[in-house]
Nanobody, 116 residues
Framework: QVLLVESGGGLVQPGGSLRLSCVAY????????MNWYRQAPGKEREPVAT????????NYTESVRGRFTISRDNAKNTVYLQMTNLKAEDTDLYYC?????????WGQGTQVAVSS
């Protein structure tokens, strides 16, 4: 059974930093690209960052490029999202996602709130 568990969210002031983690269970982590998404109330879930299986290719949505860094530790079955210079508009519920054999699996999300 595939399970993704996010953590690391919280309340931070503008300009601050947070590191999100997503631990994966139930599949061979190193064989799958991993993704971070985010969603605000009443809005569609949007992709934030993607990292290839070996971590050698990373892609970001334009609004976070240069501020967020996605990384992974295949030995720990964990993908990270380091977020710096956070802005109020980064306030969202953040999810990790994996696609496996045509199915998408999501974690429960971790809330990030950026406010002074």
């Amino acid at each position: 059974q595939v399970l993704l568990v996010e953590s690391g969210g919280g309340l931070v002031q503008p300009g601050g930093s947070l590191r999100l983690s997503c631990v994966a269970y139930g599949f061979t982590f190193s064989t799958r690209a991993m993704n971070w998404y985010r969603q605000a109330p009443g809005k569609e879930r949007e992709p934030v960052a993607t990292i290839a299986r070996a971590g050698d290719t990373r892609n970001y949505t334009e609004s976070v490029r240069g501020r967020f860094t996605i990384s992974r530790d295949n030995a720990k079955n964990t993908v990270y999202l380091q977020m710096t210079n956070l802005k109020a508009e980064d306030t969202d519920l953040y999810y990790c996602k994996v696609r496996r054999y045509g199915e998408e699996y999501w974690g429960q999300g971790t809330q990030v709130a950026v406010s002074s």
